[in-house]
């Protein structure tokens, strides 16, 4: 009896772990963000940029080609690129 228990809490204990794997396996939501001067960088985040802040966003696949001229700017926090310096919101 106490060995059938034991087994029955290891079942449990495993489709338990399962599930919780499952609930936190959802993909990561990314974007490269890139400004009128070249400058691109990752989010995680979905910011509601203002057209004024002259952005594009694009998906997390997103690469550009062999002649535009991009360079990579990463910085952490809520903002954007903007001739060269980094502007909080």
Request: glycine share 12%; aromatic share 14%; charged share 20%.
């Amino acid at each position: 009896m106490k060995m059938r228990t034991l087994m029955l809490q290891g079942v449990l204990a495993a489709i338990v772990g399962a599930g919780a794997m499952v609930a936190t396996a959802a993909p990561a939501s990314a974007a490269v963000v890139c400004n009128r001067e070249g400058d691109c960088w990752h989010t995680r985040d979905r910011y509601d940029y203002r057209p004024a802040f002259g952005l594009t966003i694009h998906g997390d696949d997103w690469r550009w080609g062999h002649r535009d001229r991009y360079r990579w700017r990463e910085h952490a926090g809520r903002g954007y690129w903007s001739n060269g310096v980094w502007l909080s919101f």
